[in-house]
Nanobody
Framework: GQLVESGGDLVQAGGSLRLSCAAS????????MGWYRQAPGKQREYVAT???????DYVDSVKGRFTISRDNAKNVVYLQMNSLKPEDTAVYYC??????????WGQGTQVTVSS
């Protein structure tokens, strides 16, 4: 299914961004959705997930700073990122959780946090 991420930008440390991910219905409906990120020279890593019912989970490094949400009517997943740190710099992707349910990753959206 198709995934289109947006909202990335260059921000200063301590700033905020809101990422959006528009998904096709077949990918979104009934599936847990998540955000992943890949920093330069590193493997892609899991960041946050939200179940179809709204339960959420986060990697420890973003707990208390990032909030994942979804709009089931619009097939959109959001990631509100506050108190950004330089180590949050990465290309951010959304996909199903687990990701093997959808092999078609989107292009991602670049988040750069300057110190």
């Amino acid at each position: 299914g198709q995934l289109v991420e947006s909202g990335g930008d260059l921000v200063q440390a301590g700033g905020s961004l809101r990422l959006s991910c528009a998904a096709s219905g077949s990918t979104f409906s009934g599936n847990a959705m998540g955000w992943y990120r890949q920093a330069p020279g590193k493997q892609r890593e899991y960041v946050a997930t939200i179940s179809s019912g709204g339960s959420t989970d986060y990697v420890d490094s973003v707990k208390g700073r990032f909030t994942i949400s979804r709009d089931n009517a619009k097939n959109v997943v959001y990631l509100q990122m506050n108190s950004l740190k330089p180590e949050d710099t990465a290309v951010y992707y959304c996909n199903t959780v687990p990701s093997f349910k959808n092999p078609n990753w989107g292009q991602g959206t670049q988040v750069t946090v300057s110190s």
